[in-house]
C-alpha cells in the first residue's frame, strides 16, 4: 500500500499543477486531458475513459461503467466539476472500487478555489 499512496501523492500533485494553471471554471473533459498530457509526460500508466464490464446474475453487462481514469491498475481517479462532492458520488467510487476490486479511489473536484479542498480519498 505504501506504493500506492506515493503514487496518490505524485497523481494529486499533478492535478494541484493543472489546477493552478488553469482554475475552476472549466469543463471536466478540459481537465481530464490535460491530466492525461501530464500523466503522459511523467510516465504514469493510466488508462482514460476505461469502460468496465459487470456480471450480473448470468448476463454480462459490458458497458457497466466507465471510469475517468484507472492509474496504473492500482487506482480510479474520478473527476468532478460540481459546486461541491455529494455522498453519491463517494457512494458511486466505492461501487466502482467493489466492482474492479481496486483498493484506492480519488474524486478530484476542479471547481474549487483551492483544489484540496476538492480531493477525497476513498479506500475499499
Known amino acids: 500500500m505504501k506504493e500506492v499512496n506515493k503514487l496518490s501523492n505524485k497523481v494529486i500533485g499533478i492535478a494541484i499543477d493543472v489546477h493552478r494553471n488553469l482554475g475552476p471554471g472549466l469543463l ?8 492525461a ?3 503522459f509526460s511523467v510516465g504514469i500508466e493510466y488508462e482514460m475513459e476505461k469502460v468496465i464490464p459487470i456480471k450480473y446474475k448470468k448476463v454480462n453487462i459490458d458497458c457497466a461503467f466507465r471510469a475517468d481514469f ?3 491498475n492500482n487506482i480510479i481517479l474520478e473527476l468532478k466539476t460540481v459546486d461541491r462532492i455529494l455522498p453519491i458520488h463517494k457512494a458511486q467510487l466505492l461501487t466502482y472500487l467493489k466492482l474492479t476490486s481496486i483498493k484506492l479511489g480519488i474524486i478530484i473536484n476542479f471547481n474549487v478555489k483551492l483544489l484540496k479542498n476538492g480531493i477525497k480519498r476513498v479506500i475499499l
Open 70 to 72: 484507472i492509474i496504473e
Open 37 to 39: 498530457y501530464e500523466f
Open 28 to 35: 471536466e473533459s478540459v481537465y481530464k486531458q490535460c491530466l
